[in-house]
């Protein structure tokens, strides 16, 4: 292997200590998402089409980059903020305040409102189940179905991360003032309840149907 490649790669590392991603407890794994996050935010879609005579929408597919790489920052935040509760760091906290809010939903209700495909939100609640944090009771109505709600040590492990959670929250919020807050919380809920219509009711649908009926 060629000292250059080395040489490069100490730059890079250098440029990574240099930057606000690069914390006192900094793993490899930090270093290869900003590795990975760079490369993407250095390559615009106007960039990547340029040579390829495809007609591209640079604000639409920016939004699509920026919500891609919010979501990878995110969950890299959620696994450090919930560091301290390894049983919630990956999606599992969101189905346990989702309980918490709104109790006794069948699994099916749960997953959909988490927006997750049947075979991963099934998994998410599993791994719940078998922490103790969520416990099944038949639901009256029906008795084939049933219905979720938090157990005490569910209970308990939700006050206990909420403080995790809220600051969390915070700082993913970055630098916005409370104006801006409130204007991007507005266009969020208005993105995602578009997309909401589209996870209800056209799940199974493929991308030209979905142009189709929302393009």
Same mark, same amino acid.
């Given at each position: @292997?060629?000292?250059?490649?080395? /040489?490069?790669?100490?730059?890079?590392?250098?440029?990574?200590?240099?930057?606000?991603?690069?914390?006192?407890?900094?793993?490899?794994?930090?270093?290869?998402v900003w @590795?990975?996050?760079?490369?993407?935010?250095?390559?615009?879609?106007?960039?990547?089409?340029?040579?390829?005579?495809? =007609? !591209?929408?640079?604000t639409e597919?920016?939004?699509?980059?920026?919500?891609?790489? #919010?979501?990878?920052?995110?969950?890299?935040?959620?696994?450090?903020?919930?560091?301290?509760?390894? *049983?919630?760091?990956?999606?599992?906290?969101?189905?346990?305040?989702? #309980?918490?809010?709104?109790?006794?939903?069948?699994?099916?209700?749960?997953?959909?409102?988490?927006?997750?495909?049947?075979?991963?939100?099934?998994? /998410?609640?599993?791994?719940?189940?078998?922490?103790?944090?969520?416990?099944?009771?038949?639901?009256?109505?029906?008795?084939?179905?049933?219905?979720?709600?938090?157990?005490?040590?569910?209970?308990?492990?939700?006050?206990?991360?909420?403080?995790?959670?809220?600051?969390?929250?915070?700082?993913?919020?970055? =630098?916005?003032?409370?104006?801006?807050?409130?204007?991007? #919380?507005?266009?969020?809920?208005?993105?995602? *309840?578009?997309?909401?219509?589209?996870?209800?009711?056209?799940?199974?649908?493929?991308?030209? @149907? /979905? !142009?189709? !009926?929302?393009?």
């Open positions: @292997m060629q000292t250059d490649f080395f /040489i490069d790669l100490l730059h890079h590392v250098k440029e990574f200590e240099d930057s606000d991603a690069c914390k006192p407890n900094s793993s490899v794994e930090d270093f290869r @590795m990975n996050d760079k490369k993407y935010a250095d390559e615009s879609p106007t960039k990547l089409f340029k040579n390829e005579n495809h =007609k !591209v929408s640079f597919n920016e939004i699509c980059k920026q919500v891609l790489l #919010l979501g990878r920052y995110s969950k890299l935040l959620i696994r450090k903020g919930l560091g301290e509760f390894p *049983e919630l760091a990956n999606e599992e906290f969101t189905y346990l305040y989702r #309980l918490k809010d709104e109790p006794f939903l069948t699994k099916i209700q749960l997953i959909e409102k988490n927006g997750h495909e049947k075979q991963t939100g099934t998994q /998410i609640i599993k791994r719940l189940l078998e922490a103790g944090f969520l416990e099944e009771k038949n639901d009256e109505d029906d008795k084939r179905s049933k219905r979720l709600n938090l157990t005490a040590k569910g209970e308990e492990i939700f006050h206990a991360s909420v403080s995790n959670v809220n600051i969390t929250s915070k700082i993913l919020s970055g =630098k916005l003032d409370d104006t801006e807050k409130a204007e991007f #919380l507005k266009i969020l809920k208005k993105l995602n *309840e578009f997309h909401s219509h589209i996870y209800a009711d056209y799940k199974s649908a493929d991308i030209d @149907m /979905i !142009v189709k !009926v929302f393009g």
